[in-house]
């Protein structure tokens, strides 16, 4: 019976490879939770979680070469349950039984917030409404500067500029945004990231405007799954990436060509106006 269960326990290890092993809080009440935590977390040979009820940590233990941390927590909460690096969409949560409502944390601090005395707020107010009206303005803010950087073939200034937009990503609040498109910034958060480290990383305009392309079609679907505070022009060059073509958004109507700049400024057109 003893070598059996041996060779049980070996073989259950032996199901994840590359194993890499995190401690992560994820929030949660109840066996319920436990059940809905765990299986969304689990991904046969690749991704499983134990979790714990009254301290509120899993172990996540998962494949680290085919999957991350950030992917498993991810699934977690759009299964409905807040953690250390994801807050689940709202119609999420909702969905989960009466005995799983747990005490978010983090939207209990939104309410109190809200509820501050306007005097408190001072200068602040003025300077926060845009952002809390629209929490991805300073993204998309970031994203044109590094767009008219490469307009201009200035790779200084775009490094400069991509460098920003990594910040403001990281900054996003997710909490704030609205349900579908706190799910699409979730499946293109990593993405974004990706590029725009790639964009600041480098001064050269070609592998910049490579990775802007990537970075608009991302920066598209997240704008076009909510309601910007401003126009945007989503644009397009058939001639781009070797007649491929290649789209980027604007924050004006005309054309100002950032895969070619001075070469064919206004090469191209606006596909789309989303308001």
């Known amino acids: 019976m003893a070598a059996v269960l041996l060779l049980s326990s070996i073989l259950l290890k032996a199901e994840i490879k590359n194993i890499s092993t995190d401690n992560v809080k994820i ?10 935590i765990e299986t969304a977390a689990f991904e046969k040979n690749i991704s499983k979680a134990s979790w714990d009820k009254d301290t509120k940590m899993a172990q996540v233990t998962y494949d680290n070469k085919k999957t991350s941390i950030d992917a498993v927590l991810k699934k977690v909460a759009l299964a409905g349950y807040d953690n250390d690096r994801y807050l689940a ?16 944390a983090v ?15 001072g200068a602040m107010a003025s300077t926060d409404k845009d952002a809390a009206a629209d929490p991805l303005k300073p993204v998309l803010d970031a994203y044109y500067a590094v767009k008219d950087a490469l307009v201009n073939s200035d790779g200084n200034a775009a490094s400069t500029n991509a460098t920003s937009l990594v910040k403001a990503i990281k900054a996003v609040k997710m909490d704030q945004l609205a349900s579908e498109q706190h799910m699409i910034w979730m499946k293109v958060m990593k993405d974004l990231d990706f590029d725009a480290d790639h964009i600041a990383e480098t001064k050269d305009t070609g592998h910049q405007r490579d990775h802007f392309s990537s970075l608009s079609d991302n920066m598209y679907k997240v704008i076009k799954s909510g309601k910007p505070s401003e126009t945007v022009y989503y644009q397009h060059c058939p001639m781009a990436k070797e007649g491929k073509g290649a789209n980027w958004l604007s924050q004006i ?23």
Do not use: W
């Not at 929030?27 to 809905?36: F, I, R």
């Not at 939207?107 to 707020?121: G, L, N, R, S, Y």
């Open 27 to 36: 929030a949660g009440s109840c066996a319920l939770c436990k059940e809905g």
């Open 89 to 104: 969409p709202d119609d999420a949560y909702g969905k989960l039984e009466d005995c799983c409502k747990y005490e978010r």
């Open 253 to 275: 109507p005309a054309i100002k060509n950032p895969y070619y700049g001075a070469q064919m400024l206004n090469c191209g057109k606006t596909t789309e106006t989303i308001k």
């Open 107 to 121: 939207k209990k601090d939104a309410v109190a917030q809200k509820k501050m005395p306007e005097h408190q707020h």
